[in-house]
Nanobody, 117 residues
Framework: QVQLVESGGGLVQAGGSLRLSCAAS????????IGWYRQAPGKQRELVAT???????NYADSVKGRFTISRDNAKNTVYLQMNSLKPEDTAVYYC???????????WGQGTQVTVSS
């Protein structure tokens, strides 16, 4: 079973930047498509970015052009560079499997991102 640990969140002003990290245990991490998800208070968890084992990326329209997902398979780590942050980006951010409907690893604790206006 893969264990996920997210970090890098914090409080930032609108227009600022943060870089999130997702460190994983387990050998299957590097061969899977990984996604960054977020959940704002009172809202459902949403997928914001994915990266497959070849490095191909996809983004939700709400973050396209502002967020960049990347991975370092040697370190079993996926990153999310977030620029031009907006108050509506405030949420708890999680990483997990993507591209396999109904299948996830155990969710980590997430990392809180708060963007002030």
């Amino acid at each position: 079973q893969v264990q996920l640990v997210e970090s890098g969140g914090g409080l930032v002003q609108a227009g600022g930047s943060l870089r999130l990290s997702c460190a994983a245990s387990g050998s299957t991490f590097s061969i899977n498509t990984i996604g960054w998800y977020r959940q704002a208070p009172g809202k459902q968890r949403e997928l914001v970015a994915t990266i497959n084992l070849f490095g191909t990326t996809n983004y939700a329209d709400s973050v396209k052009g502002r967020f960049t997902i990347s991975r370092d398979n040697a370190k079993n780590t996926v990153y999310l560079q977030m620029n031009s942050l907006k108050p509506e980006d405030t949420a708890v951010y999680y990483c997990n499997l993507a591209g396999r409907p109904g299948t996830t690893w155990t969710w980590g604790q997430g990392t809180q991102v708060t963007v002030s206006s």
